[in-house]
């Protein structure tokens, strides 16, 4: 194929304001105080060319009907599975509907199961917590949990999955309502009526107990059910780290209260993650199977707003455009990303305006406040890197 020159013009406008209070949605009026890692980006208007070659592992960009931004994948030996992207194993998994599990982050949830057998996982504010949304596709987990509620943010956030299975523990009556008027498929705790294999972990203390099998709620799919579509763009063995990526140890990341450490680790390809405790130590972040670990992180600056459904409850905008990084390959590449609907996956694209391709395997999505990121530089230890304030 010869190369080829598109011209995207992108016109988006971001109105919506952060709250201003002595709560979760209070932000620091003096911004200027604020870290910055990469050049800001003009808000408002924004004309962007770029130029995408197809040769040398290059990647073609055009613009959809909705004002998203497509990408041509890069040619593969066979199959791949669409949240990982790499070679299927199993037909059966490849073509069944992507299950998402809300797994409580509360502190007396941990250790959780499931999170390193997830194909992607979300980490959302809720209040001063996190709570992640945890996707199955490739394969499952029996059990997974500890499961908590969903949010209203979650229907925009996961409505590129094409009509995810949405295991929760529940939620009040409008966010119920609103999950229900979604495109989700509910098999929630009360929706699925004794079936998905709820049940509840005597160890463990209400209401961070509640348990369910995989294997059980994938019954519950509807008829003709269809798999999500590739969220991301994979590189190859072959592909070049992009000239914008940069080497770390790894990343802190403050999500509000939660204060989370991805560190690179050259012997697993991964990266791993730690949090910080009570006592301001970092520690380990553990799961059923060992320390969570992932391929990829994608960082995702976003703006929080109030729930509809619940003024107590934060509500990330994740339509439009932003900024952030991708942490992959032992690098961090501050990107832009594109999203001109909900059930269009994120167009992540590097200073060059190149599709940034993850490393194949699992990804996981933060769902961050701006400015959030403070990268460590190879030789730095982590204790004397700051946490970012937002």
């Known amino acids: 194929m010869p190369p080829a020159r598109v011209q995207m013009y992108l016109v988006l406008a971001l109105c919506v304001r952060p709250f201003s209070s002595a709560s979760l949605f209070s932000r620091r009026s003096d911004m200027s105080k604020a870290p910055r890692f990469f050049v800001r980006f003009a808000a408002g208007a924004l004309a962007l060319s770029l130029v995408a070659a197809c040769g040398g592992g290059g990647k073609t960009a055009s613009t959809n009907s ?22 299927v194993t199993d037909a059966a998994a490849a073509s069944r509907p992507a299950l998402v599990a809300k797994i409580d982050n ?20 809720v209040e001063a917590l996190t709570r992640f949304a945890a996707v199955f596709q490739s394969q499952g987990s029996d059990p997974v949990g500890p499961l908590r509620s969903g949010r209203t943010q979650d229907i925009d956030m996961l409505g590129s999955l094409n009509k995810p299975m949405f295991a929760w523990s529940g939620g009040n009556y409008r966010v119920t309502k609103a999950i229900n008027a ?3 498929v509910n098999v929630g705790y009360s929706a699925s009526r004794g079936k998905g294999g709820y049940y509840r972990e005597k160890t463990m203390k209400a209401p961070h107990n509640l348990f369910a099998k995989t294997t059980d709620l994938w019954t519950l799919a ?15 063995d072959s592909d070049a780290k992009p000239a914008t990526s940069v080497a770390v140890d790894g990343a802190k990341i403050s999500m509000y209260n939660v204060k989370v450490y991805w560190k690179w680790d050259p012997a697993s390809g991964n990266f791993v993650r730690s949090t910080e405790n009570t006592k301001r130590v970092l520690e380990p972040h553990m799961t059923d199977d060992g320390q969570v670990n992932t391929k990829n992180v994608v960082v995702l600056y976003v703006t929080y707003v109030r729930s509809k459904a619940d003024r107590k409850s934060p509500n990330a905008l994740t339509t ?26 994120f167009t992540i694209l590097d200073a060059n305006g190149a599709v940034v391709r993850m490393t194949p395997g699992r990804t996981w999505v933060e769902v961050a406040w701006k400015n959030s990121l403070a990268p460590v530089n190879p030789g730095i230890d982590p204790a004397k890197v700051n946490w970012p304030a937002v």
Not at 68 to 79: C, E, H, K, L, M
Not at 222 to 236: L, V
């Open 106 to 125: 509360h502190p007396a949830a941990h250790p959780q199961t499931g999170l390193n057998k997830a194909d992607m996982v979300f980490e959302e504010n």
């Open 320 to 345: 439009g455009k932003g900024t952030g990084y991708v942490l992959t390959d032992g690098g961090a590449i501050p990107i832009t990303w594109l999203r001109g609907s909900r059930t269009v996956p």
């Open 66 to 87: 909705d004002g998203s931004v497509s990408t041509d994948p890069a040619s593969n030996a066979g199959p791949v599975y669409p949240l990982l992207g790499t070679p």
């Open 222 to 236: 509807k008829e003709g059910a269809g798999p999500p579509q590739q969220q991301f763009t994979y590189r190859s």
């Open 182 to 184: 979604s495109d989700f």
